[in-house]
């Protein structure tokens, strides 16, 4: 399904279709960290089942490791074509917002709706969903760095510092949860982007010999994370470290593969083009379905992951042919 050649053709650090293959796996693998958490609600875990069960839930960090990485990288490959003019900032809007808005809109109504302003000023602002409202923060962020700065190290120094602050201030208001150390990764795409020829050169020369260094400190990494000593009479501050750095280690082992490796499998960029519906749609689906079907509790499971991609590739085609001929119409 893939192989391995020497970089991106015309000097770009990781191609689209790559990017759409991972986005697709980081999919897959926050779905799976939530049906493995929901799993215990009918089957409860022991033994090697508990220890499967624990494996599962930890995909969904690194699902949002990669998530953020590529974020991060393709918002600097859109500045560098349509610098910080209008348009950029649309194009954040109506690829990311828009669908937002829509999609969890129509699930927040279906769910009973608005009890006050303060639910629908949760709903707006992305703090319903972390992940969204951490997003938009970021490109708030993004826009006014990249807007005041000039130069290229000077913008990543200062939005690597933004994200300290903002990753400081979460902490500082009792959000600990292992989920807000892959704002990390945000920062990491940022400085793909922007140093993109000198970090392609380095693939080019050494990307194997680090690829493999990486992948034997993700040995360690998921051995730490599974082994419950490994936790056992740390503080809070030191496992937040232990967590940063090994988002770190599987971010950087990512960037490489994508880098490297060109994917020709069409599942997972199938996937990936539609995951950002598929995450806002399939905690909903899977509420209704489980509740609405009466048969095995796997072929509910499956049934919710069948019903949640196509949910979402619908949603996804309806919003972007509604948003080609409102942009048509205007031309």
Known sequence: MADVRNGVAGGQLMDR???????GIAAVMVVLSHYAEWWTWFVPAEGNG?????????????????????????MVCSMEQERMYPKFIWKRIKNVYIPYFLVVGCIELLSGGFASPADFWNFASGKDF???YVLFIFYIGFIVVYTVMGGRAPRCAVFCIFTYCFSVGLYREGMMDFWYVSNVA????????????SV??????????LMAVLSILMIFVIRSGLDENAASGRSAEQLLRMEIGATLVWTLLVLLLAAKCRIKEKVFAFLGKNSLYIYLTHTFL???IVNILE??????????????????ALCNLL???TSRKLTFRKV
């Open 50 to 74: 508990e220890m499967l069960r624990l494996a599962l839930t930890k995909l969904g960090v690194y699902g949002v490791d990669i998530f953020f990485l590529f974020s991060g990288y393709a």
């Open 295 to 312: 048969c095995n509790i796997i072929l509910r499971f499956l049934a919710s992951a069948a019903v949640t991609v196509a949910v979402s």
């Open 200 to 209: 392609k050169r380095l693939v080019d020369r050494a990307g194997i010999p």
């Open 130 to 132: 972390w992940y969204m």
């Open 17 to 23: 279709r790559e990017t759409d293959w991972f986005r």
């Open 186 to 197: 945000f920062a990491i795409g940022v400085a793909a982007a922007e140093y993109g020829k």
């Open 286 to 288: 899977f509420m209704w």
């Open 319 to 321: 919003i972007t042919l």
